[in-house]
């Protein structure tokens, strides 16, 4: 069996900075492992702009956001294996993956999670109807027009207004389609404001809110689908039902963290974000493991996943530096009210300071973030406004945190 | 003339209001004067980066990203894409490959490695 010293099993973005970042930690026998034939994982079909800003300060595309990590690992002789697909991770860390060579098995002193997420299909709505052509999810619809060159429709609906339903809708405006509505089943968009604006606004898109595919029409390609609005509950209300001719559906419904191999080694989950349960250093409940990025929780901006990432590579380099002995005593944390997730699910409060993510559960005006541990406050923020699509950081200082006791809990109350 | 724009510049997202009066420009329900100059801007040039993809001539099935090196008018976003769709390139091409030269006072540069 070979070994090394950490295994990353994803070279998207969160891969590649996780191997960086341990590889600069002093851990220099780092390899990745992905099942695509070049690095940058979804970045390759995000072909628009507005990446970087945050983590570079610079707007990137996708695929130039990725080249800089991808020489970044390249500068460092990061080995990489293509076309790779990994098919276990034990819990002690023995890796299994398999490729045109054959099976390779891995034992590694560290292994870092960082398959991302793929995409919620139809089969997981329960929309009536015929099962014809036509029906896309958007990302693969995104990956057939901007890499393989197809363009897959020419008389379009969205269902779903993340941010891949709203680029979409602007990348098929631009490739002549026409987009006769983007329908979105909560009362708000769940993508950003920019988007909403430069995606939809500059292309006359009409945005439904409240309202949600019924029915889906057609025998061999799509011909149209039946769109009704939705109550408080979700459920569609009778007698606002409308036809909508179109060939093509794209669906941009959600995206669920791919953590089958999580599960199979049976590290413990988090039922909310559908990633695994991490620490600060984002170590799962199974010591030696990490995980980071999409496959952890849901990002909203490339930025925060190599950010995320980072941590994850200079915790695993620590780790195998270390050991064991890295563990401390954990603080475990909650999300209150108004908070729908916290991440990392537990901290160790020895370690400096400490960034806390989370999301919210609506749409809020002015809001103020409380975090607690007992009756203790380890953090006060407030924000002009909250929105579930924007994720929300609180930074812990150490030194509130060293003589904290009980759950660390982040609540919100709107002003 | 009355607009509505959503100001983009921070997460709030100020819906303001710009009152158009020939060269003046009147904007109300900004909260910064950052909001005041994105909505003075979207009323009197409103530029966007265009990102599309252009045909490599050399590999079957492969796309190469592009995008227009410097922000073009809004207006012709359509005129650009026209332009990329009757262009084809050579791999290998590196990411700032000049792919057009001279659209709209910007160049269309690659984004993306095709080896």
Known sequence: MKKHAIVIVGGGPAGMAAAVAAYDRGVTDVVILDREPRLGGILQQCIHNGFGLHKLGRELTGPEY???????????????????????????????????????????????????????????????????????????????????????????????????????????????????????????????????????????????????????????????????????????????????????????????????????????????????????????KVSGIFACGNVLHVHDLVDYVSDEAERAGKGAADFVREGKASEGAYLQTKAGKGVR????????????????????????GKVKFTVTAGDKVLAVAKRLKAAPGEMERITLKQALLQDAEGTVTVELEEL | MERKITCIICPRGCPMTAVIEGDSVKVSGHSCPKGEEYAINEC??????????????????????????????KGSMADVMAQLRKITVQAPIHIGDVVLEDVFGTKIVATKEIL
Not at chain 1, 96 to 110: M, S, V
Not at chain 1, 155 to 161: E, F, K, Q, T, Y
């Open chain 1, 66 to 284: 990725a080249d800089v990590y991808a020489q970044q690992v390249a500068e460092r002789n990061i080995p990489v294996f293509y076309e790779t697909m990994v098919t276990s991770v034990s819990p002690d860390r023995v890796v299994t993956a398999r490729n045109r060579e054959g099976i390779l098995k891995i034992q590694a002193e560290a292994v870092i999670l960082a398959m991302g997420c793929r995409e919620r299909s139809r089969g997981a709505l329960n929309i009536c109807g015929t099962r014809p052509a036509g029906i896309y999810s958007a990302g693969t619809a995104q990956k057939l027009i901007n890499c393989d060159g197809y363009m897959v429709g020419k008389r379009v609906v969205i269902l779903g207004s993340g941010d891949i339903g709203l680029i979409m809708a602007r990348r098929m405006s631009l490739e002549g389609a026409k987009v006769e509505a983007v329908c979105e089943l909560m009362s708000y968009s769940g993508g950003l404001t920019r988007n909403i604006v430069q995606c939809l606004e500059d292309f006359g898109i009409p945005l439904y809110l409240s309202t949600t595919v019924v029915q889906i029409h057609g025998q061999k390609r799509l011909e149209g689908v039946t769109v009704a609005q939705v109550d408080e509950n979700r459920r569609p209300i009778e007698g606002t039902s409308r036809f909508i001719p179109c060939d093509t559906l794209l669906l941009s419904v959600g995206l669920i963290p791919e953590n089958e191999l999580t599960q199979v080694c049976g590290i413990p989950m988090d039922p909310v974000t559908g990633g695994a349960m991490v620490d600060e250093r984002c170590m799962t």
């Open chain 1, 341 to 364: 997730y916290v991440v990392p699910q537990q901290l160790r409060k020895d370690t400096g300071d400490v960034d806390l993510f989370m999301r919210v559960t609506q749409p809020f």
């Open chain 2, 44 to 73: 009197t040039n409103p530029v966007r980066t265009v990102t599309a993809t252009v045909r490599v001539d050399n590999r079957r099935d492969v796309m190469v990203s592009v995008k227009t090196e410097n922000p073009v008018p």
